[in-house]
């Protein structure tokens, strides 16, 4: 496999004006005939090679103005096409042939569930037709398909054009897209297909047709993702002045997907997952995720199409942007405050651990294998921290201006991080050159907390410490001080460099600091904060975040100490206290019942694991249990209540106000069952029972699954039996055994993956089994016998062979097995060294296996 350096950027020698693709669309035989109009770019060799990215295709023809060239004219290998000798200006035919069936790793044309679907981000292009498949590579697509009117949809980007009959019961249609992209961006969609169809005028009064297309059978399912479609195209008029440029957008939902979406220009496809929902049988979650996802995908039409990027070392310019863009949407959809800890809780589960193991990278990466390999929570999620602490750095409005001038000055072209940042500042005034460090080096940095009190005096100072290698970039620090009333000393932004001091005059003797609030940058805090300090912020800090944190940091430390992992003395007191504590938030009405909600949802075994120097699945397995048995004791009657007065017989909505009520009520059943006893079982039984919506329905489900109760057999049978006709539906039912850690628990996996509804071809079927199983399921997973490993490895390398992109991200499941307890570690290493030494990988399994070891 070849290595890639961002230092070895060079532009293209070519630039392709039009591209014109004609699709001849068979199961097996696809035929693509592609026109590209090229021209030497100015500043290339005049005898630069035209070297065209190519991968599984079977060449027919090459024609240069055309004349076919002979075999001698040009040169084919497993990955290009190249002619060594073509005029400075020419057009180039190729007709190539593909087989769609045989496409099992979903990226280029394939089929799912008997429609033809394209992925082409990232280097999907390449297995369609010969072309240079870059993304600084712009042109302008037209297209033609042809296909048996079996095939009644077909689409692909832009505007619609002619349409009609061919001989032999075939008919065409064709699309044009006025606006140049780059080849990653290009989609085809042919099927049998119903749609639902809305409209949205846009604020310059475009009047833009908004059509979902699904299999007929879905068609009630799409009115959420319309709904969410239209909420953020004016929301992203309103906060960042960007609108829709197209007459048509379009959103097609596939059964076969290896990521969330795509957002294809004018016609975005989904993971059936992320846009299908009814009451009935999506959960409160869901519909958040189809929210997020499909605000994500529309916001890149100006984050990553309209400005798209130079080279795939620069992913985290259109995708931490975005998530930065989804994120403060779903806030202003939602509740700010919880939306915060939900990004933050999904920053802290997947990206510290990715930052503090062998797989770190930098947000942007220097170098790769397979790019798809960095399609990360470093890129994603720690990409948009950077862009949230830009904005924190010059304030609202700069940034703004700053957003403005980005998309202004680098509209239809593809851009650099340095353009992204040279935009705030330009717009801001302020020198981010020390910023982009941030985007170069990988780890988390560290800030170390200290505090002296004038001895006479009511002064304090906090000197506040970065770690060396994080001591030259800017790192906003929010803090205040609080004490039981509430803010001692109000919020003031510190911008760290290496080092500062922060002196608050007339501070009241028992005020605790909060610092880092609202995870005002991603860095660990340390600190020597005593229990009882940890206690008053998560009472009383005014910062709700931080309130929440406070407490959750104290549940982890407790759990792992009970479980002897960790230093507190007197766990079992801590865990009392925190008991009560948590007994008395969750009543509070002045707090809303979802941020309620995140209170009582105590630490998983995953949060545990990412928190505790040595990972040993039975202490942590220990801990959580003996914490979520005390804090039970100090909660019952205040639970048995919320569960009971939150029971609502209001017809269902998935906003966010009925939503954070069932969170409440649900998360308040769950801690319940960690009786394994006969009565809250049965409650869970009866609102599985009784259960309107799926909310509901998985809540107690999931809750009995978990525990090795006697209802558990019951209510999983029961939930087949009632969704045993519903794909999507039986996702959760495959991962909530998934994550089941009683006895025989590998075994019940090992028989669901011979389970008729299990299909090692569907991701989502993956995922849901067994990528729950290894990043959930510890104790089963980490068995000390190595059957787990055993289990995981087989089906990864077999997986391998058909899919790689998504073996090679269950590999990284793995990745934190050097902090596993050294047992577990040697059973894990030989296995991780000996898939890293097989011969035949794939290249995205061979880099994360090379990297994982190394
Ligand atoms: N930009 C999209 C990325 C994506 C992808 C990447 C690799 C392999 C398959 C893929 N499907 C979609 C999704 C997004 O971030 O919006
Ligand atoms: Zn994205």
Not at 13 to 33: G, M, N, Q, S
Not at 72 to 79: M, N, R
Not at 101 to 116: D, E, H, V
Request: aromatic share 8%; hydrophobic share 40%.
């Amino acid at each position: 496999p070849t290595v890639k350096h961002l230092a070895d950027y060079a532009p293209p020698d070519y630039e392709v004006e039009t591209v014109r693709l004609v699709f001849a669309l068979d199961p097996r035989e696809t035929v693509v005939t592609a026109i590209l109009s090229l021209r030497r770019r100015e500043g290339a060799a005049d005898d630069a090679p035209l070297v065209l990215d190519g991968e599984k295709l079977s060449l027919r023809e090459v024609a240069i103005d055309g004349r076919n060239l002979g075999a001698d004219q040009y040169e084919v290998s497993d990955s290009t096409l190249v002619i060594a000798s073509v005029p400075a200006a020419f057009s180039l035919t190729t007709v190539v042939a593909i087989d769609p069936q045989a496409n099992t790793a979903l990226s280029g044309l394939y089929l799912s569930s008997g429609m033809f679907c394209t992925q082409c981000e990232a280097q999907g292009f390449r297995r369609i037709t010969y072309y240079p498949d870059r993304p600084d590579v712009l042109s302008r697509f037209s297209v033609r398909i042809e296909a048996p009117k079996s095939v009644p949809v077909l689409l692909s980007n832009g505007n619609p054009g002619a349409s009609g009959d061919l001989p032999g019961g075939r008919h065409f249609a064709e699309w044009d897209d006025p606006h140049p992209k780059p080849a990653y961006l290009f989609a085809l969609v042919g099927g049998d297909l119903a749609s639902l169809d809305d409209r949205f005028v846009t604020m310059s009064g475009r009047e833009v047709t908004l059509r979902i297309f699904v299999h007929e059978k879905d068609l009630g399912r799409c009115a959420y993702a319309l709904d969410a479609l239209k909420r953020a195209m004016r929301w992203d008029e309103e906060v960042f002045g960007r609108q829709y440029d197209l007459d048509l957008f379009m959103i097609v939902a596939v059964d076969h997907f290896n990521f969330g979406a795509m957002e294809n220009k004018g016609l975005n496809i989904f993971n059936a997952a992320c846009v299908l929902a009814s009451p009935e049988t999506a959960t409160d979650m869901d519909y958040e995720t189809i929210e997020a996802i499909v605000a994500h995908e529309y916001f890149h039409n100006w984050s990553g199409n309209r400005v798209t990027c130079r080279d795939w070392f620069q992913l985290c310019l259109k995708e931490g942007f975005t998530v930065f863009r989804d994120q403060e949407f779903s806030a202003d959809q939602r509740d700010r405050a919880v939306q915060r800890i939900k990004d933050v809780r999904r920053l802290w589960a997947r990206q510290f651990p990715e930052d503090a193991g062998p797989l770190a990278h930098p947000v942007r990466p220097s170098s790769y294998v397979a790019i798809d390999n960095f399609y990360t929570a470093t890129v994603y999620d720690k990409g948009a921290e950077l862009v949230r602490m830009m904005k924190a750095l010059v304030g609202a409005e700069a940034f703004r201006a700053g957003t403005d001038r980005y998309f202004e000055k680098n509209d239809g072209t593809a851009a650099t991080v340095e353009d992204f940042v040279g935009a705030i500042e330009a717009a801001s005034g302020r020198d981010l050159s020390r910023f982009m460090a941030w985007y170069a080096e990988a780890g988390t940095p560290v800030l170390r907390v200290e505090e002296s009190r004038e001895a006479s005096g009511n002064g304090v100072t906090h000197t506040l410490t970065l770690t060396a290698e994080a001591g030259n970039r800017p790192v906003p620090v929010r803090l205040a001080l609080i004490d039981e009333d509430g803010e001692a000393a109000s919020e003031r932004l510190v911008e760290v460099e290496g080092h500062a001091n922060v002196v608050t005059e007339g501070v009241t003797p028992g005020a605790v600091a909060s610092v880092l609030r609202g995870f005002s940058a991603p860095v660990r805090v340390e600190r020597n904060l005593s229990v009882d300090e940890r206690l008053k912020l998560a009472r009383a800090d005014t910062d709700p975040f931080s309130r929440w944190q406070a407490g959750y940091a104290l549940a982890v430390d407790a759990a792992l100490s009970l479980g002897g992992l960790g230093d507190l003395e007197s766990p079992e007191l801590v865990a009392d206290e925190l008991g009560a504590a948590i007994a008395k938030s969750v009543e509070n009405e002045a707090f809303a019942p979802a941020f309620r909600a995140e209170v009582l949802r105590l630490p998983s075994l995953t949060d545990l694991a990412r928190a505790s120097r040595v990972i040993d699945p039975e202490k942590l397995q220990l801990g959580r249990e003996v914490l979520r048995s005390r804090v039970l004791s100090y909660c019952r009657p205040v639970l048995e209540s919320l569960h009971d007065g939150l029971a609502s017989d209001e017809p269902y909505d998935p906003g966010a106000l009925q939503a954070g009520r069932r969170a409440l009520r649900n998360e308040a059943l769950r801690l319940l069952l960690a009786d394994a006893d006969e009565a809250p079982a049965r409650r869970a039984l009866r609102q599985a029972e009784e259960a309107d919506n799926m909310t509901d329905e998985a809540a107690a489900t999931a809750a009995l699954a978990h525990a090795p109760v006697a209802e558990r057999e019951a209510a999983l049978a029961r939930f087949y039996d009632r969704w045993k006709d519903d794909a999507l539906v039986l996702n959760k039912w495959f991962a909530w055994q998934a994550a089941y850690t009683g006895p025989g628990a590998l075994e019940e996996v090992r028989a669901l993956t011979e389970h008729p509804a299990f299909d090692k071809g569907n991701p989502n079927k993956v995922r849901a089994l067994i990528g729950v199983f290894a990043m959930e399921n510890l104790p089963t997973f980490h068995a000390a016998d190595g059957s787990g490993y055993d289990f995981f490895f087989d089906f990864v390398s077999e997986l391998d062979g058909r899919n790689p992109q998504v073996a090679s991200r269950l590999l990284t499941a793995t990745e934190s097995w050097r902090r596993l307890e050294p047992l577990r570690r040697d059973l894990i290493e030989k296995k991780l060294r000996s898939l890293a030494e097989r011969k035949g990988l794939s290249d995205n399994l061979y880099e994360t296996a090379q990297r994982l070891v190394s």
